[in-house]
């Protein structure tokens, strides 16, 4: 159990056209998602918090306008890069939590497998 | 001052060797401390929560130092499979459900 998939696995782009990251969790309600960048050699950094329903909460420095995030289900999360450029070239990575059941512990994150955007 | 720091990298060892990564934090509000494993290209994995009583997984054991906001992970008998990043995580407290990652730590077994 407790598995979160994320879409698509890598994507390569043209700089200024706009990038959408799917994350879902397969066999359990995500009542949050949390969306982390990671550059190379360097750790996860998290860039925002969301919660299914409502807005999403971006850490300090990241541009909510530039990276657009809906959790409009229990199950799926999106990050959409707007007007990518190669600054944004990264490691994407989702991680869900949700409350109890059989397939998760509450209060425990599990991580989608990334995507790598590479913005030419 | 970063939140999370870890030993620098990275670590070269021998197959079987003993090795041991060092992390502290500094916010003191801290509740909760894992560590994480990610290999190349790929998303982190829970290797271990970390307990104030320490505590022990096979090969791997943890302890964690409130007094000195002091983390370790110490790997017995090291495995070419081992070869990875390690990151040190803490949570809780005034960050709510977040994960703090540290820079990671890598480490490379060779026979």
């Known amino acids: 159990g407790a598995v979160v998939s994320q879409h698509p696995s890598w994507v390569i782009c043209k700089s200024g056209t706009s990038v959408k990251i799917e994350c879902r969790s397969l066999?359990?309600?995500?009542?949050?998602m949390f969306w982390y960048r990671q550059f190379p050699k360097q750790s996860l950094m998290l860039m925002a918090t969301?919660?299914?329903?409502?807005?999403?909460?971006?850490e300090q420095g990241v541009e909510k306008d530039k990276f657009l995030i809906n959790h409009a289900s229990l199950t799926l999360s999106t990050l959409t890069v707007t007007s990518a450029h190669p600054e944004d070239s990264s490691f994407y990575i989702c991680?869900?939590?949700?409350?109890?059941?059989?397939?998760?512990?509450?209060?425990?994150?599990?991580f989608g497998p990334g995507t790598r955007l590479t913005v030419l | 001052r970063k939140e999370v720091e870890q030993d620098p990298g990275p670590f070269n060892v021998p197959e079987g060797a003993t090795v041991a990564f060092n992390c502290t934090y500094s916010?003191?509000?801290?509740?909760?401390f894992f560590w994480y494993r990610q290999d190349c290209r790929k998303e982190p994995k829970l290797l271990m929560s970390?307990?104030?009583s320490g505590n022990e997984d096979g090969r791997f054991t943890a302890q964690l130092n409130r007094a000195s906001q002091y983390i370790s992970l110490l790997i017995r008998d090291s495995k070419l499979s081992d070869s990875a990043t390690y990151l040190c995580?803490?949570?809780?407290?005034?960050?709510?459900?977040?994960?703090?990652f540290g820079q990671g730590t890598e480490l490379s077994v060779k026979p």
């Open positions: 991680s869900a939590s949700g409350t109890s059941d059989r397939s998760v512990y509450a209060d425990t994150q599990y």
């Open positions: 066999d359990f309600q995500a009542t949050t």
């Open positions: 969301s919660n299914e329903g409502s807005k999403a909460t971006y």
């Open positions: 916010n003191s509000a801290s509740q909760s």
């Open positions: 970390v307990y104030s």
């Open positions: 995580v803490a949570s809780g407290g005034d960050q709510g459900g977040k994960l703090i």
